[in-house]
Nanobody
Framework: QLQLVESGGGLVQPGGSLRLSCAGS????????IGWFRQAPGKEREWLSC????????KSADSVKGRFTISRDYAENTVYLQMNSLKPEDTAVYYC???????????WGQGTLVTVSS
């Protein structure tokens, strides 16, 4: 069973950068498409970005396009979310999500908190 663990969250000033990591352990991480979501207090979970299992296709929400970049490292079994030009409204718990359609399998990580504040 695949498990996902996020890390890299923390406190950053507006305009700063963070890189979040989503590390996969268990079986077949390389066969999973991975997405990043976030949930701010009192708001619904919001999709941010995703990357295909091959790494050849990525998509991002308009709200983060040009600021956030998703990538994956197969040797490290990790998907990254590079976040630049952070704003206070980016404050949220960030989650990664894995999906493998052919195996009818999906999994969520536990989340990592990002706080953007001066």
């Amino acid at each position: 069973q695949l498990q996902l663990v996020e890390s890299g969250g923390g406190l950053v000033q507006p305009g700063g950068s963070l890189r979040l990591s989503c590390a996969g352990s268990g079986s077949a991480f390389e066969h999973y498409a991975i997405g990043w979501f976030r949930q701010a207090p009192g708001k619904e979970r919001e999709w941010l970005s995703c990357i295909s299992s091959s790494g050849g296709s990525t998509k991002s929400a308009d709200s983060v396009k040009g600021r956030f970049t998703i990538s994956r490292d197969y040797a490290e079994n990790t998907v990254y979310l590079q976040m630049n030009s952070l704003k206070p409204e980016d404050t949220a718990v960030y989650y990664c999500y894995g999906r493998r359609i052919v195996a009818n399998s999906e999994v969520w990580g536990q989340g990592t908190l990002v706080t953007v504040s001066s």
